[in-house]
C-alpha cells in the first residue's frame, strides 16, 4: 500500500489539469486506509493527543445522557436501543453503560449499544474500554482483532444490525470531520479551491478552477447564501450524502448531533470571511491544512440547517437546535452535582462538580457546540421533554 504523500501526488498527477478537489484532499489525509488522521494508531483525544471533547473532560457527561436516555426510554415505553456513530475509543460508551448499570441493572441488561466505526485502531481501542459491556455493546461492522484478550465470548461477531434501527442515534463531534468542498468568490466568479503539488518545493499548494459541480451551486441556492468578493465557505455535501444513508435504515426515534457549527443567520459574519477549516495538531489550532497532512485533524463548522432541512425532506421533523450548555441543563446535568464537605480539591465529587461547572459554563468546552435534534415517529409525550427552559428550576434550587 503506497503511503498518504505518495497516493495524493499520485491522484494529482493523474488528472489532466494537475489538480484534485479539496474535498478529495480532506478525505485522504483523514481517512487513507494507513496514513489518515483517523486511521493512525495514536492517541487522538485528551491530554496525549491534539484535542479535548466533552466525554474527555469527565464522565458526568455521559453520565448525564444516560440518564436522560433512561427517562426517555421509560416515558416511551421502550427499551434502550442507542447506536452511536464514530465511537473514537469507546469512552463515552464505556462511560455510559456504567451509568445505566448503576441507574437501573434490569434496563442496563436489556439494552443494546450499537456503535459504527470505520478506524481499525478504534475499533481495538473500544474493545479495551468495553470488557465489562460485551453483551450489551454491538459492532456494526466486525473489530478488527481483540486488544482487550480474547474475554469477549465471540459477543461481537454479529451480522450487520442495521438494515433496520429504530432508537437513539448519537453523535459526537462526527459531522465536522467529513470531508468539505471548498468555494470561494473572485474577481465575480465562483471557483472551487482544489490542491496540487509543487515538485521544486516540495509541498502541497492550492489552485482554483470554475465551480463545475452542479451540487455544489444548488446546495448554495438552496440556503440562500450569495457570498460576498472576497469570501470562502465550506460546502458539506458529503454530509448531506450521510443523512441520506442513515435515514434508509434509521426506520424511527430520535437522532441527537452533537457538533460544533453555526445557525443560518451566524455564516455571514465578518469573522467567517475565509471560512471555517481548523486544524488541530498537539492541542495548537491552525487554518493551514497542507501542512504535515495525516497529522493534524482538519474540520469544518457544521452546516446546522442544510443537515436539518434534508433530513425533513425524508420524513423527520426538527425538534430542537439547540446550544449544548442548554441541553446538558434540560438532560438534568444539575441533578448530577454532590454535596460533600470534603476540603481535597482532587477528591472525586469535587473533580465532577468542577467538571459540570465546566461543561455549562459558555466560556468552557460546551460554549461552541450545538445539538441539533431530530424525530421521526415519537410521540408527543417523548418530545415534551425537549423543553429548553425546564432546566429553570433546577438551578433555582441548585443555587445558581
Not at 503506497?2 to 480532506?26: C, N, Q, T, V, W
Not at 421509560?74 to 442507542?82: E, L, N
Not at 434509521?250 to 477549516?277: K, V
Not at 460533600?340 to 455549562?360: C, G, M, V, W, Y
Request: charged fraction near 25%; glycine fraction near 8%; charge should be negative.
Amino acid at each position: 500500500m503506497s503511503g498518504l504523500k505518495e497516493e495524493l501526488i499520485s491522484r494529482i498527477s493523474a488528472e489532466p489539469e494537475k489538480m484534485i478537489s479539496f474535498r478529495d484532499y480532506m478525505d485522504l489525509c483523514l481517512y487513507h486506509p494507513r496514513d489518515g488522521y483517523y486511521m493512525q494508531e495514536r492517541n487522538k483525544i485528551g491530554k496525549q493527543g491534539d484535542y479535548y471533547t466533552s466525554s474527555s473532560v469527565h464522565p458526568v457527561f455521559a453520565e448525564t445522557l444516560a440518564h436522560f436516555v433512561y427517562k426517555i426510554c421509560q416515558t416511551w415505553g421502550t427499551g434502550i436501543s442507542f447506536c452511536e456513530m464514530g465511537a473514537g475509543t469507546g469512552l463515552f460508551a464505556g462511560q455510559f453503560l456504567d451509568a445505566l448499570q448503576d441507574i437501573d441493572e434490569e434496563a442496563y441488561q436489556s439494552a443494546r449499544y450499537i456503535i459504527i466505526e470505520k478506524s481499525p485502531y478504534h475499533q481495538k481501542e473500544q474493545l479495551k474500554h468495553l470488557t465489562e459491556h460485551t453483551a450489551q455493546v454491538i459492532w456494526a461492522e466486525e473489530p478488527v482483532g481483540n486488544a482487550a484478550g480474547d474475554n469477549t465470548g465471540g459477543k461481537h461477531k454479529v451480522e450487520n444490525p442495521l438494515s433496520s434501527f429504530a432508537g437513539i442515534l448519537f453523535s459526537n463531534e462526527l459531522v465536522d470531520a467529513f470531508p468539505v468542498h471548498m468555494v470561494e468568490k473572485k474577481d465575480g466568479t465562483l471557483w472551487e479551491i482544489c490542491v496540487g503539488y509543487d515538485e521544486v518545493h516540495d509541498r502541497f499548494v492550492e489552485h482554483r478552477r470554475p465551480v463545475e459541480n452542479e451540487l455544489i451551486v444548488a446546495y448554495l441556492e438552496d440556503q440562500g447564501f450569495s457570498l460576498a468578493e472576497g469570501w470562502r465557505m465550506e460546502i458539506p455535501l458529503d454530509a448531506l450524502i450521510w443523512v441520506e444513508e442513515v435515514s434508509d435504515w434509521f426506520q424511527e426515534g430520535l437522532w441527537l448531533t452533537f457538533d460544533y457549527g453555526l445557525r443560518r443567520d451566524q455564516w455571514e459574519a465578518p469573522s467567517y470571511r475565509q471560512g471555517t477549516l481548523r486544524c488541530f495538531y498537539r492541542h495548537q489550532v491552525d487554518d493551514n491544512p497542507y501542512e504535515h497532512p495525516g497529522q493534524k485533524d482538519i474540520t469544518a463548522h457544521v452546516h446546522f440547517e442544510g443537515l436539518s432541512q434534508t433530513a425533513q425532506r425524508l420524513g423527520w421533523k426538527q425538534v430542537g437546535l439547540f446550544p449544548q450548555v442548554e441541553f446538558l441543563l434540560m438532560a438534568g446535568i444539575l441533578d448530577r452535582l454532590e454535596e460533600h464537605q470534603e476540603t481535597d480539591p482532587f477528591h472525586s465529587k469535587a473533580k465532577k462538580n468542577r467538571a459540570i461547572r465546566q461543561l455549562i459554563s459558555p466560556e468552557g468546552i460546551s460554549g461552541a457546540f450545538q445539538v441539533l435534534t431530530l424525530a421521526k415517529s415519537v410521540p408527543d409525550k417523548v418530545l415534551d421533554l425537549f423543553q429548553p427552559f425546564s432546566f429553570g428550576l433546577q438551578m433555582i434550587k441548585k443555587g445558581y
